[in-house]
DNA sequence: GCATTATTTTAATCATCATTAAAATTATTG
DNA sequence: CAATAATTTTAATGATGATTAAAATAATGC
């Protein structure tokens, strides 16, 4: 059995940790495509050469699959969110950058994320966390539209529902986007532009609220 | 057993038809809330104050209700559309109706509407007639950008990426809207700007593509 | 090469719901 | 009210697919 143990880094964890995540990106692509409920075990399996029963070395059930594949989700999105603090120079302009660096990993090679659909019937505790997460990524991009009104780069809005449109967005691009490279190349390109746009125009007639 | 005929609408069908309604509406909320794989028929039964079994009067599988779900979501979509169209002034005015009115069939007393997430579940003739009209339901909304473009209402874009981001962000709603009438309030007021605001913009380096 | 550990498979089992059939109830109509 | 049709329930049945246990295979370390 794999020992699972964090502590030092050894060749045997780390070949487990790269199947497992071979694992992670086949169920999601499977489950953007073929919904959850569609998908079986044996479906992700054979996207691997494996058998359905063989998956259970690397998770304990399918809620536990689903769950990894949201964190790792959610990990994506942190880190391009961070990455975009780190080198944007104003409000918007990290805005953008954000949207660009979450858009390409999720067209790009970091393989398909999974769209969160299915977190009501995660088991208590991980849902719990799976939706800290996604209340935390949902604050910081509302952070970063405050900041950028606070230094006059994006027009006064209500940040919760801009945040809600934006994101929103940006969460259905699995439910089209199937891998097509050409295609790919387009959203990284329009995306962070089309959902930007809006923020600088002034507003017709509501102030900031909230 | 019910007729199911078409010819002269009669009481019996008529009443059919508003419990079957409101089948659809509980449905759609379960699935909204807590999945498809998540709700259980007798989830949505219990809703209804109804057993299980009884839903079967009125459809004939899980899948037939799902299909149904969709069914209702294309319809509500596309009298949104068409009522748009018909009032609209110029192309901008007209999109910025159409997600006014489909918005307000969200939050409002249509009920919910149901997600399209498990398309790819459904059977083949199902399944095709789905996306057909979902296909239809893109290539409108892509029509009114042009129409847009053409009176100049709306800057050159591309169409495709366009409506994929203003449709994803409308797609969306359900997800995180769950009935707060205050919520609703404030979607209906927010959204058709903020989604609208940035096709009057104009862009930066891309001229209109295909 | 041997021993041990990691990985996968085979072959059941098990649970959950969806589904069905028949009976019971409720509504409608003449 | 009687008769018929509509609606719902009760009580099985069944299928799918997740899960498990034990055995088999492959990899690794000495």
């Known amino acids: 059995m794999q020992s ?8 045997i964890d780390s070949r487990f940790r790269v199947k497992r995540d071979r694992m992670l990106k086949a169920a999601a692509r499977c489950f953007n495509l073929k919904g959850y409920s569609g998908t079986s075990l044996k479906d992700v399996a054979d996207l691997l050469g ?8 690397y ?7 689903v769950y990894l594949c949201y964190v790792r ?21 990290t805005v953008r950058r954000y949207l660009r660096y979450h858009i390409e990993c999720m067209v790009g090679d970091q393989g398909p994320i ?37 230094d006059g780069s994006i027009a006064p809005c209500d ?23 050409a295609v790919a190349a387009k959203v990284v390109e329009e995306f962070p ?9 002034r507003q017709q007639d509501s102030a900031q609220r909230k």
Chains 1, 2 share one sequence.
Do not use: C
């Open 193 to 201: 532009r089309i959902l930007s746009a809006g923020l600088t125009a």
């Open 73 to 93: 989700a959610a990990d994506v999105g942190r880190e391009a969110m961070q990455r975009a603090i780190d080198e944007g120079e104003n409000g918007l302009e």
């Open 114 to 150: 999974a769209i969160m659909s299915e977190i009501p019937s995660l088991k208590p505790e991980h849902r719990e966390e799976v939706l800290e997460l996604s209340r935390r990524h949902s604050a910081a991009f509302e952070a970063l539209l405050e900041r950028g009104i606070a």
């Open 159 to 181: 940040l919760r529902m801009t945040g809600n449109a934006i994101m929103g967005s940006l969460n259905w691009i699995p439910k089209w986007f199937h891998g097509d490279p």
């Open 50 to 57: 494996l058998t359905d029963a063989a998956l259970y070395y």
């Open 59 to 65: 998770v304990r059930n399918k809620q536990e699959l």
């Open 4 to 11: 699972q143990s964090s502590g030092t880094e050894n060749a």
